[in-house]
């Protein structure tokens, strides 16, 4: 797949030149934040949906505060970059958007400007698998109190790097992490259900969590459907009795889990209740269904 032609770095450039120098403090001690922003094509309409710009660029701002930037590159901002960014690319395929506010200066890692704006937006299609095999990984999540997880900093992303690498390494698809006192938190990169007794259960967001939008997304719609939903912690050995199982996430949407350490789910994959989510989240996000207009920016592709 060829690259888009544009991209974003203070303004529109040339993809070729969507650069960041090796002295800045992004590259050396991972001072970034970012969000990732799926947007769907409507062939029949002509229009992308951007799927819950405002919830992700809210998290953008926050995630700045957290890190202290002396300039918040503020959600309009990033709005109007990633609405200009689409439409100079021309994008009529489904597109995965990554936006990061990041410190692009040299200097000692305490400092915390410059400022600068990246974003990049390439065609992609939709994640699918019939079920994941997972592992729950021996590499523990990093807690509130060592490298907040509901900060969305790059830095964080090191720790599931790991645990996914070494699942692969084992022979698996996925990690499912847990916390340090060994309750279940969630997934490299995405956040975890599980199914029990009809009952959808999640980690709690003092599990180390992300403050997943998808997450949120999914108790809604959990919740309209009548489905029992608890947050809360969850033991290891809970994973066992388990229905059926799913990952979420804006790269991940709803991604069905066959079996952890090798202990296959009775309902399969998808169970029912995960197939009902696949089912409305695509509808949902291409406009399909209707509903939830507000979760769905649209942006005309001339």
């Known amino acids: 797949?060829?690259?888009?032609?544009?991209?974003?770095?203070?303004?529109?450039?040339?993809?070729?030149?969507?650069?960041?120098?090796?002295?800045?403090?992004?590259?050396?001690?991972?001072?970034?934040?970012?969000?990732?922003?799926?947007?769907?094509?409507?062939?029949?309409?002509?229009?992308?949906?951007?799927?819950?710009?405002?919830?992700?660029?809210?998290?953008?701002?926050?995630?700045?505060?957290?890190?202290?930037?002396?300039?918040?590159?503020t959600a309009e901002e990033c709005r109007d970059a990633i609405i200009e960014l689409l439409k100079a690319n021309g994008f009529r395929s489904n597109v995965h958007i990554t936006v990061t506010a990041f410190l692009s200066g040299p200097g000692q890692p305490f400092l915390c400007a410059p400022v600068s704006l990246a974003v990049t937006a390439m065609a992609r299609g939709d994640y699918s698998t019939d079920g994941l095999d997972v592992q729950v990984s021996s590499w523990r999540r990093s807690p509130d109190s060592s490298l907040p997880q509901r900060v969305k900093a790059t830095g964080n992303y090191l720790n599931g790097r790991l645990a996914s690498v070494q699942a692969k390494a084992d022979g698996y698809d996925t990690a499912l992490m847990l916390t340090q006192s060994g309750k279940v938190s969630e997934g490299p990169a995405m956040c975890f259900f599980m199914v029990r007794d009809g009952v959808a259960v999640t980690a709690d967001k003092q599990s180390d969590i992300l403050e997943s939008i998808t997450r949120a997304t999914v108790i809604t719609l959990l919740e309209e459907a009548g489905v029992p939903v608890e947050e809360r912690p969850i033991d290891r050995s809970e994973l066992a009795a388990a229905d059926e199982a799913f990952f979420c996430g804006t790269a991940w949407e709803i991604a069905p889990v066959r079996s952890i350490d090798r202990l296959m789910l009775p309902k399969g994959s998808p169970g029912p209740i995960t197939e009902f989510l696949k089912t409305r989240f695509a509808a949902l996000t291409t406009g399909v269904d209707d509903g939830h207009p507000e979760w769905r920016t649209e942006v005309e592709i001339p």
């Open 1 to 73: 797949m060829s690259n888009p032609t544009h991209a974003w770095l203070d303004g529109l450039v040339k993809w070729e030149d969507a650069t960041c120098h090796v002295s800045s403090l992004a590259f050396k001690y991972g001072a970034a934040v970012f969000e990732g922003v799926r947007a769907y094509w409507d062939g029949e309409r002509q229009v992308l949906n951007v799927w819950q710009l405002d919830e992700h660029l809210k998290r953008l701002e926050y995630s700045q505060r957290f890190m202290r930037y002396e300039r918040i590159i």
